[in-house]
């Protein structure tokens, strides 16, 4: 009965995350080209715009690729994607405009419930182009009712040299269909001899399965010179579904506290369509 009922809370946290993260497909724009784990080819296209009040309305343009080789045993996937230079969602005050590309190969090397690893060697193109290898794990575990996931990749890129970036996710199931997360981020380079921080809070409800929405904050830093917070943001992420299973509308009206402006509040308006297909 125990190991039951602990299989089935194991499930259902499965179930829940693996849920939140495909409503809110997180992917596109906070992680390099694509997530380890295998789930078969797909294509992602997205429009996404942000209006900083005051300033002229930015777009962007972005496609991602994973393409599984044949006769590979699903081990080999060709990925390609456009990426903007360090731009992420949290970072308002950046343009999404200088959009880079990037194309590699990836291959498999573990796929298990409890491990997923892959090397990836490409390019990221540009003037002049950027050649990189890189190492990433991920071990999901369970702590009591928490399901968490940790995350370490080991990188080299040309022009930045080597670096690694660490990651914690901590999901919590509030009822079937609310979810309170927890993240942290921390990037290093060797190069510049400090840490980079990120740390996040979110509390997901998906209402039905045509509307979900997030209450999203998060905190910016490094440890340049001491351990030091740059940006806070506060914010509600609203995403529907508005064809079918494949095709998303998203507006994301956020507050922007960053130590550049004074700490002055600085609200933005984010929107994006998003379209998804894949054949798992």
Known sequence: MAERSRRWLVDHLDALSGGIDSFFVDRFFNDDVTEIRGQGS???VSLFTRREIGEPVDYKFGISLNLELPHT???LNLLLQSEDQGVREGD???SPQNVTYSSALRLILQ???RWSSSVDAGVRWGVPPDPFVRVRARRPFYASDWNVLFGQEINYYTQAGYGAVTSLTWDFPLTIHRLFRLESDTEYLLNDDFFHLSYGAGLYHEINRIYAYAVL???E??????VHFEEYTLGVRVRRKVWKEW???EVYPQMLWAEDNDWELTPVLMFRLEAEFSNP
Not at 221 to 226: A, I, K, L, R, V
């Open 42 to 44: 797909y294509a992602r």
């Open 73 to 75: 045993n699903q081990r």
């Open 92 to 94: 308002l005050l950046s």
């Open 111 to 113: 796929e298990s419930e």
């Open 217 to 219: 904050a998060g905190a």
């Open 221 to 226: 830093g490094n440890t340049e010179y001491d």
């Open 247 to 249: 095709m998303f509308a």
